[in-house]
């Protein structure tokens, strides 16, 4: 188990890459990613559908357990939806922040309005129908990675991730 789990991050780090994107978070702050990213080591949540929240949110827990007590590790939420013009960003963007009460979460949520294929191509993407749980850092090499909603074993993986320098 250990040796496949090994090989399998092993693999993510050497054929997928965070790519370059610019958009602004929910409080108007423009950031460029990955070199933006906060921690040395940061857990993206990537999501494509609005329902897919209820995924995220069943890691958000353990995972700012994770940040308090494993220094130089952030977290972030990367809405993904396709290219579209200013006003509609604006709308969605404007939703979405009257939506969420704190501002830490506004600061850490990055809508991209981007080209998703290209997107997903370069994080190896293929099902927009889960969310993607990946750890990047500011380089934009991606560590490890996962879907789905949060389990106790793909937490064990998290942090194993997170061990590794």
């Known amino acids: ?10 693999l993510v780090a050497d054929t997928v890459h965070f790519p ?14 990955p070199r933006d990213f906060a921690g040395e080591r940061n857990i993206v949540f990537v999501a494509f ?11 958000v ?4 357990q994770v940040i308090g007590r494993t220094p130089g590790v952030d977290y972030y939420e990367l809405p993904t939806i396709k290219r579209m013009v200013a006003p509609m960003r604006w ?8 939506g969420i009460d704190d501002r830490s979460a506004r600061d850490r949520t990055v809508t991209l309005y981007i080209d998703k294929d290209a997107f997903k191509q370069a ?4 099902d927009e129908n889960v969310i993607h749980v ?10 490890w990675q996962t879907t789905g909603s949060f389990g106790a074993e ?9 061990a590794r320098r």
């Open 1 to 10: 188990m250990l040796l496949t789990l090994a090989l399998s991050i092993a």
């Open 20 to 33: 370059v994107v610019t958009s602004t978070n929910l409080e108007g702050k423009t950031l460029t990613l």
């Open 49 to 59: 559908l609005r329902k897919q929240q209820e995924d995220v949110d069943t890691w």
């Open 61 to 64: 827990p353990f995972v700012k």
């Open 91 to 98: 709308m969605i963007n404007r939703g979405m922040k009257g």
């Open 123 to 126: 994080l190896g993407i293929t």
């Open 134 to 143: 990946l750890v990047v850092d500011r380089a934009g090499h991606v560590l």
């Open 154 to 162: 793909k937490g064990r993986e998290l942090e194993a991730a997170l």
